[in-house]
């Protein structure tokens, strides 16, 4: 079953990232944990790290957090050497678009071999902008 991040304006979607996996989600956030918060999830990024990835969502005010938590996981990110992309769909979209990984922000890309903090950067301006929620689908 894979994450689909997405903000909808009554029943039009205005943008959405397909991430993969809730796997794929857990081992970002199982990143940021090791790499930028000492072990502890939720230390530094407790927007990101504490919320539910079940039907959940969140809220404008939320994205305002969020979207301040993705810049300095980003910044870390750039300053980490990359790790192995691991098994599934992510060595062959990498593959068949030429991604190679030179840190750890390269690692991690969306379903279409984008940028996932980039995406995910986007949906908070969008959910701020717009004063809608980011849901979890």
Same mark, same amino acid.
Not at 40 to 49: E, I, K, N, Q
Not at 94 to 103: D, F, I, M
């Given at each position: 079953? =894979?994450?689909? /991040? ?8 205005? %943008?959405?990232?397909?991430? =993969? ?8 956030? &199982? $990143?940021?944990?090791?790499? +930028?918060? #000492?072990?502890? $999830? ?10 539910? %990835?079940? %039907? ?6 939320? &994205?305002?957090?969020? $979207? $301040?938590?993705?810049?300095a996981i980003t910044e870390g990110f750039m300053d980490l050497p990359a790790e192995p992309l691991g098994?599934?769909? *992510? !060595? =062959?979209?990498? *593959?068949? +678009?030429? /991604?190679? !990984?030179?840190? /750890?922000?390269?690692?991690?890309? %969306? ?5 996932? +903090?980039?995406?995910?950067? #986007?949906?908070?301006?969008? &959910? ?6 980011? +849901?979890?689908?």
């Amino acid at each position: 079953m =894979g994450l689909y /991040l997405a903000i909808f304006d009554g029943d039009d979607e205005l %943008d959405g990232v397909e991430v =993969g996996s809730y796997a794929d989600f857990s081992a970002f956030r &199982s $990143a940021v944990a090791v790499h +930028l918060e #000492g072990g502890v $999830a939720g230390s530094r990024y407790p927007t990101l790290m504490l919320h539910s %990835d079940c %039907d959940g969502q969140w809220s404008p005010d939320e &994205s305002a957090v969020l $979207a $301040a938590e993705l810049a300095a996981i980003t910044e870390g990110f750039m300053d980490l050497p990359a790790e192995p992309l691991g098994e599934g769909w *992510k !060595p =062959g979209v990498a *593959k068949s +678009l030429g /991604l190679r !990984p030179a840190n /750890l922000y390269d690692c991690f890309f %969306d379903v279409d071999g984008e940028p996932l +903090l980039d995406r995910f950067m #986007g949906l908070t301006q969008l &959910s701020v902008e717009r004063g809608l929620p980011i +849901l979890f689908q």
